[in-house]
C-alpha cells in the first residue's frame, strides 16, 4: 500500500511515571516541539493507560500525568497548535487496542524484547496489560491515522509492530484503510547518558539523582550537577573521531549539540582543544539558559492544576473528533452493527 496517501499527522506518547530529565527532553519533548513548527497536525499524549500495565500509586499517576502535561506546555508545546491528550479520556484508544489485540498474533507479541525486559524472569506474574502494551501503542498511533511517530530507538521494534498489524489490517480486510507510519529517529539527543557513567541512559529510575538533571531542579542545581559530572582528563578533540572511547565527553558534547541546535562537528570546531575545566562553565552556563524557563514554567503550572485540567479536557474533544470516526468506520470494515440514530 502507498505510505504517502494519508495526510501527514504525527503521534507520540510518553508514560507519566514521574521523574521528567534531560533525556526526555532532549530526546522526546524538544523534538515535538520541533514537529510543532513544522505546522504537521500533531497529538501528543500522556498514556496513563499504558502506565498501569505495571502497578502505579492512584496518587502519584495524577501528579505524574499533571507533572508531564506541564513539562509539555513549558518545552513549548502549544496546546492550541498541538493537541494534547491524556490516554484515558479519549476511550476509541482502548477500543481500538482491543480490535488490535485481535490481529497481531501471540508470536509477534512474544518477540518484542521490552516485554522480556520489564516482564524479567517472572513473565507468569507479568499483567496481561503489559504483554498487550505494544498492541494499544499500536491503537494510539492508528486510531489518528498517524503517519509520522518521533520516538527513541528503544521504541523501534514497537513501531515495526504497529506497521505489521496496519498492514495485517489492511490485508485481512482487502482495504488500504489504516497508513503504515514511519518512526522518526533523529537528532544528536536520542541517546542522553548519565552524568556519572557515560554507558549508562540517563534514566528516571537511576538511584543516583546527580547523574540526571531533572525538569524540576532549579537553576544552582543545574549547574552543581554539570559541574560534577564525569569526565576524562584529555581535553577535547577538534572533531567528532576524537571521542572514540570517551563516552563521558562524547554526552556532554551530545548535549551541547541538541540544546545548542548545533552539530557535533559544528561544537567541535569551537571548543576543541579546550579543557573540560573550561568547557563545563559554558555547558552549565547553557544548560541553565535553555532549561532554567522550563523549570520555571513548569512550577508555576503545577500550581494551577485547574489550568492542566482544562488544557487536557479540551485536548480529549479535539482529539474525538478525529478518533470517533476512524474508529466507527473500522468496525463498519469488521461487520459490527452501527446504533442507529433515535
Ligand atoms: P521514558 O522516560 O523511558 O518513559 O521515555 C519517555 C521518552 O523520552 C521516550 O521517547 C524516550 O525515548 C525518551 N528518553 C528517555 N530517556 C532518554 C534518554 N536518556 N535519552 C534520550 N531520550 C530519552
Ligand atoms: N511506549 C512508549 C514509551 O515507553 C510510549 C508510547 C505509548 C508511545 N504509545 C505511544 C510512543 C505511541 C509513540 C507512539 O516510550
Redesign the pocket.
Known sequence: MSETSFTPRV?????PSGNLHLGNYLGALKRFVDWQDRDVESIF?M?DL?AITVWQDPVDLKKSTRELCAGFIASGLDPEKSILINQSQVPEHAQLAWVFNCIARMGWMQRMTQFKDKAGKNAQNASLGLFA?PA??AA??LTYHATH?P??E??KQ?LELTRDIATKFNHDYGIDFFPVPEPVIEGAATRVMSLRDGSKKMSKSDPSDASRINLTDDADTIAKKIRKAKTDPEALPSEADGLEGRPEARNLINIYAAMNNQSVDEVLADVGGKQFSEFKPMLAELAVSKMSPITTEMARLMEHQDEIDKILSRGSERARAITAPILRKTYEIMGMVPPIEM
Do not use: A
Not at 11 to 15: A, D, L, T, V, W
Open positions: 503521534f507520540s506518547g510518553i508514560q499524549c498514556v499504558h502494551y494499544l501503542m494510539d498511533i511517530v520516538v527513541g528503544d521504541q514497537h
